[in-house]
Each structure stands twice: as structure tokens, then as C-alpha cells.
């Protein structure tokens, strides 16, 4: 019985519908639990911050994110 996971490689990006981004360069799909997850370094962009860090998991929506080893935060100010 296929597990119906996935791995995507090279350059993936993904965008939410809520416009959130992820960049990085292998994820990861897992079926059973709908959970997304890098072992790579990642890059989220959202709309008034962007943070790194080494890898991540997150449910498919990037609501319930956990970025591990966080390097840093950059918090863009909102525009007036």
C-alpha cells in the first residue's frame, strides 16, 4: 500500500494562501500525520518578518511551525 509521502528537492519554495513562504532546499511530505518538514536550512518569509534557522516542521498550512536552531529574526516595519 503506497504511503502517498513525498520528498521535493532543489530549490523548493511554497507560498500559503495567507501568503506566508517557505524556501528551502529538501521537503519533506509525510502523509499519515499531514506534516510538512525540513532537514535542511530554511528561510520563512511572512508579511512583517522573515526568520532562519537549520530545519523545520510544520503542519501543510505553516500555522504550527517549528523552526530549530533559529539564527535570526528580521521583523520589517509595517508600513504607515
Not at 4 to 29: M, R
Request: proline letters at 1%; a negative charge.
Amino acid at each position: 500500500q503506497a504511503s502517498n509521502d513525498l520528498k521535493v528537492i532543489n530549490h523548493v519554495n511554497i507560498t500559503t494562501s495567507d501568503g506566508k513562504t517557505l524556501f528551502t532546499d529538501t521537503l519533506y511530505y509525510q502523509n499519515d500525520q499531514s506534516k510538512l518538514y525540513s532537514k535542511t536550512p530554511v528561510m520563512i518569509v511572512q508579511e512583517n518578518d522573515t526568520s532562519w534557522g537549520d530545519y523545520f516542521e510544520s503542519d501543510t498550512n505553516l500555522r504550527n511551525m517549528t523552526v530549530y536552531n533559529q539564527r535570526a529574526v528580521y521583523l520589517q516595519k509595517e508600513r504607515e
